[in-house]
Every structure is written in C-alpha cells, then in structure tokens.
C-alpha cells in the first residue's frame, strides 16, 4: 500500500523538477525507490536535432553507450511505446512477451544488461521526429511487474507529464528573455549547433520574414545562394571549438549589404539534459540580423521629415555617426570632399549645431547611433 504522504512529497519533487537547474536523474532515482524498483529511465530522441540521450542513472554506463551506438535501433519494445499516445503506461504485453524475448536485441544485448526484461513506459513528448519516454523495471530476480509498481507508476506518470510541459515553456521563456536583453534594435535569434532555429524576436521574425535571402527551411536557417550558406554554416560551427569563433557574413545585393548576419557564441545557463531539450534545445550559438541598406533608409526619412534634411544631407549625417573623418564618408558616399563640407555647413545650420560633435550628441539623444548604421 503506497504512502500517502511520502507519494505527495515525490509529486513535489517532480514539479521541483521544472526549476532551472533541476536534475531528472535524482527524480528518476526517487520515483524507483518510491515504487520499490530497480531503476527508472528516460529515452530522449530527436534525430532532427542529432539528439539521442539515455538518463539511466542506475544502470552500467557502458550497456547504456551500446545502446545509444547500436542497439536502441533494433529494441522491438520502441514501436509499442513510440506510437502510444502521451501519458499512456505501455508493458511488454504491448509489445509482445514472446517477440521481446526471442529477439536479437533481448538475446545478444539485453540479457547481459544486469536488468529485467519486464518494464512500464509512457511518452512524455511524442511529436514528429521527437520523442522522449520514461520507463521503470523491476528488480531482475523479482522476474515480474508486481501490482504496487504498476499501481505507483501509474499515478505518477501525469505529472511528470505536466512537469516536462511546464519545463519546456519555462526553458523557452527563459531563452526569449535572454534574446531581448541581447540587442534592443537589431534582430536576434539563437539556433542549435546545427543551425535549426530554437527562438527568435520580433525584429528577426520580421527580418525572416520579408528579406528574401534568408529563409527557414525544415527548421533550419538558410541563406540563398547555397555558397554563402555555407559560410553560415560553418561560421556556426566554429562556436564549438578551439579556433576563432563565429564572425560576420554580409550578404549583397545590387545595392550593397541587404543582410547582416554577426555569428557569437552563446554560453547560456548550464542544464541538466531532459525532454524539454526536444522542444528547446541547449542553443550553439546567436545570430544577430541587421539590414543595413533597409535600416539607412528608414532613418534618412526620418532625418528628412524631422529636420527638414535633403535626402543627400541625411545620408551625410548618418555616415558622420562613424566618426571616422570626412574622407572616408566622402569615399563611401561616392561623392568630393568639398561636398561632403558644403553638406555639412547645412547641415550644422538646420539642427543649430556648431560641429561634428554637437551633430553626434543630436542624433544619440534622438536614439541613432553608429550601432544602427
């Protein structure tokens, strides 16, 4: 007869497990203790993200290796929990006693695992191309499920549904809160080490949406033609090793760079790996998007309706943010320098300021600054 109270503080325990920083193999330990089993697991795959991850706290570290290298493709018991519904106990019945036990995987695997071949499971995400399930097993010389584990495992199993989900939407909040502190007018976006996007704001979803060299293709962010994206993709992965890590890719177009992608690595809070990973994976690196001809116009306008500029003046003044002389705006602009000063004398007469440094001040306190540029 299970322990009401002792039951009430494992429910506790598992939606402790939601808090950042919680680890599912010590709620994996106490469900088995609870329910007096040998061991409680969880199956974790994704092979759209490259994700296949066993949490077996108590079971040889080596057979669980295996089983990821090898033998989870050959497991005959996948195909009877993989297709239940999420929530559902599933037991060898499901899969068939005699199918499990003559099998390869039972016969030249499981046998020498040190565990029983009778086991519950239950999904607790089932969506396409991601899985993740939670099983317990008797004690191997008990040699069958006895009705209290059942009984117990069944009970518990819904919360650790609702825990995963509450964890999952936790992780993604945290990720987007983490984005929106990163770059307040440029667009940002983290994505996976290999590229498939995890979360965006606002600004990149909009960037995604009408630019036309950037796309979401099957989850993934890619840039047309196939040559930059390759760039892309290797710029991605350099936040993974020793070399220099992520960098720029200015994307052109007739005009000039209508895309620019800046690659950082991103070294967000340490977890625990669980099945929120499926939905929200640990991020590899974070891009931010700008569009540098788009954004130029749009504060030229600006300028022009604001200050009663000419469109050549707000160009000039936008490059005079740069601060790097009057040569170099010159040069940029594809104009002589002596019309870059004329420029400027109107400039200084129209927004009533004696220099340079006065004109940058001016357009900070109105919120353009190089960053924008």
Same mark, same amino acid.
């Given at each position: 007869?299970?322990?009401? /109270? !002792?039951? $009430?503080?494992?429910?506790?325990?598992?939606?402790?497990?939601? %808090?950042?920083?919680?680890?599912?193999?010590?709620?994996?330990?106490?469900? =088995?203790?609870?329910?007096?089993?040998?061991? !409680?697991?969880?199956? %974790?795959?994704?092979?759209? #993200?490259? @994700?296949?991850?066993?949490?077996?706290?108590?079971?040889? *570290?080596?057979?669980?290796? /295996?089983?990821?290298?090898?033998?989870?493709?050959?497991?005959?018991?996948?195909?009877?929990?993989?297709?239940?519904?999420?929530?559902?106990?599933?037991?060898?019945?499901?899969?068939?006693?005699?199918?499990?036990?003559?099998?390869?995987?039972?016969?030249?695997?499981?046998?020498?695992?040190?565990?029983?071949?009778?086991?519950?499971?239950?999904?607790?995400?089932?969506? *396409?191309?991601?899985? +993740? $399930?939670?099983?317990?097993?008797?004690?191997?010389?008990?040699?069958? #499920?006895?009705?209290?584990? $059942?009984?117990?495992?069944?009970?518990?199993?819904?919360?650790?549904?609702?825990?995963?989900?509450?964890?999952?939407?936790?992780?993604?909040?945290?990720? +987007?809160? /983490?984005?929106?502190?990163?770059?307040?007018?440029?667009?940002?976006?983290?994505?996976?080490?290999?590229?498939? %996007?995890? !979360?965006?704001?606002?600004?990149?979803?909009?960037?995604?949406?009408?630019?036309?060299?950037?796309?979401? /293709?099957?989850?993934?962010? +890619?840039?047309?033609?196939?040559?930059? &994206?390759?760039?892309?993709?290797?710029?991605? =992965?350099?936040?993974?090793? &020793?070399? !220099?890590?992520?960098?720029? @890719?200015?994307?052109?177009?007739?005009?000039?760079?209508?895309?620019?992608?800046?690659? @950082?690595?991103?070294?967000? *809070?340490?977890?625990?790996?669980?099945?929120?990973?499926?939905?929200? *994976?640990?991020?590899?690196? %974070?891009?931010?998007? $700008?569009?540098?001809?788009?954004?130029?116009?749009?504060?030229?306008?600006?300028?022009?309706?604001?200050?009663?500029?000419?469109?050549?003046?707000?160009?000039?003044?936008?490059?005079?943010?740069?601060?790097?002389?009057?040569?170099?705006?010159?040069?940029?602009?594809?104009?002589?320098?002596?019309?870059?000063?004329?420029?400027?004398?109107?400039?200084?007469?129209?927004?009533?300021?004696?220099?340079?440094?006065?004109?940058v001040s001016s357009m900070l306190r109105i919120g353009i600054d190089?960053?924008? @540029?």
């Amino acid at each position: 007869m299970m322990d009401q /109270d !002792v039951m $009430s503080q494992l429910i506790g325990r598992i939606y402790d497990a939601t %808090l950042p920083g919680a680890d599912w193999a010590d709620l994996l330990n106490d469900i =088995a203790d609870f329910a007096c089993a040998e061991t !409680v697991w969880m199956v %974790l795959c994704a092979p759209k #993200i490259g @994700l296949s991850t066993v949490i077996a706290p108590r079971s040889d *570290p080596e057979i669980i290796a /295996d089983y990821q290298r090898h033998w989870w493709s050959r497991d005959p018991t996948l195909a009877a929990t993989g297709t239940a519904p999420v929530g559902r106990v599933t037991s060898l019945e499901d899969t068939g006693r005699a199918r499990f036990l003559s099998s390869e995987f039972h016969n030249d695997f499981w046998q020498r695992s040190g565990h029983s071949a009778e086991r519950l499971a239950a999904n607790l995400i089932s969506d *396409p191309g991601a899985v +993740a $399930s939670i099983g317990i097993q008797p004690y191997r010389q008990a040699g069958r #499920i006895e009705p209290e584990i $059942s009984r117990t495992f069944s009970a518990l199993v819904p919360h650790v549904v609702r825990a995963v989900e509450i964890r999952s939407t936790l992780r993604e909040i945290e990720m +987007a809160r /983490d984005l929106a502190r990163t770059t307040p007018r440029k667009g940002a976006l983290l994505v996976d080490r290999n590229g498939h %996007l995890i !979360v965006a704001d606002d600004k990149a979803e909009s960037i995604v949406r009408t630019n036309d060299r950037i796309v979401i /293709d099957g989850g993934e962010i +890619a840039i047309r033609p196939g040559t930059e &994206n390759d760039q892309l993709r290797r710029l991605i =992965a350099s936040c993974h090793t &020793n070399c !220099v890590k992520g960098g720029r @890719l200015d994307v052109r177009n007739e005009e000039g760079v209508g895309l620019s992608i800046e690659v @950082l690595p991103f070294s967000g *809070p340490k977890i625990h790996p669980g099945p929120e990973v499926l939905r929200c *994976p640990q991020p590899g690196a %974070l891009l931010i998007l $700008s569009e540098p001809i788009r954004e130029r116009c749009t504060l030229a306008t600006r300028l022009k309706d604001e200050f009663g500029l000419t469109q050549a003046e707000a160009l000039v003044t936008l490059e005079l943010m740069r601060s790097d002389g009057r040569a170099a705006v010159a040069e940029r602009l594809g104009v002589t320098l002596a019309t870059v000063r004329t420029h400027m004398m109107r400039i200084f007469e129209k927004l009533e300021v004696n220099n340079q440094t006065a004109l940058v001040s001016s357009m900070l306190r109105i919120g353009i600054d190089a960053d924008r @540029l």
